[in-house]
């Protein structure tokens, strides 16, 4: 008999882990990253060229919404240096999340609109990391997103790899 109730209370605390990790996975969320950004390519021959993937510092906003425990709707702002101007990107990230034990590891497409100096200029890439729950409702997350800006007949590319956190509500 103690047996029985042992298993059924080791079975009642699995599950409800499990539960509230899913739980974790179905909240709105609201984060900040840090991170470096590494810009490449000609943006405009006028104005300015970057060199080849040279460093910046890149910081930005996230709100992370979920549609569903794997599928989640990330917009973003993000600021960050091409060459010596200020540079902006707003982006719409579609992410694919697979559960692996306490680590949600994600992928996804990320479009969006890069404004560097007088130039707005669209943008397409992927994206991919991973989270997990550091503490209560605060997850921590490690991302790097490559993306191709399109400015007319010269494409820049842009490298980045942040690490923030985020507040579920």
């Known amino acids: 008999m103690?047996?029985?109730i042992f298993m059924m209370m080791i079975l009642l605390c699995m599950t409800s882990a499990m539960?509230?990790?899913?739980?974790?996975?179905?909240?709105?969320g609201l984060?900040?990253?840090?991170?470096?950004?590494?810009?490449?390519?000609?943006v405009d021959e006028n104005k300015f060229d970057v060199d080849s993937?040279?460093?910046g510092f890149n910081w930005g906003f996230y709100v992370n919404i979920p549609i569903l425990s794997t599928f989640h709707l990330t917009p973003s702002a993000e600021l960050y240096k091409m060459g010596n101007q200020n540079t902006t990107d707003i982006s719409l990230a579609f992410k694919f999340i697979v559960g692996a034990w306490k680590l949600d590891l994600f992928v996804g497409l990320v479009p969006g609109l890069t404004a560097v100096n007088d130039i707005i200029a669209p943008n397409v890439g992927g994206l991919g990391g991973l989270s997990f729950n550091l503490f209560a409702n605060v997850d921590m997350f490690f991302q790097v997103k490559y993306k191709i800006l399109f400015?007319?007949?010269?494409?820049?590319?842009?490298?980045?790899?942040?690490?923030?956190?985020?507040?579920?509500?």
């Open 151 to 169: 400015n007319g007949d010269r494409n820049s590319r842009v490298l980045h790899a942040n690490a923030g956190f985020l507040f579920n509500f």
């Open 53 to 55: 993937w040279d460093v």
């Open 2 to 4: 103690r047996t029985r």
């Open 31 to 42: 984060g900040v990253s840090l991170g470096a950004a590494f810009p490449d390519g000609q």
């Open 19 to 28: 539960m509230a990790q899913a739980r974790g996975r179905d909240s709105v």
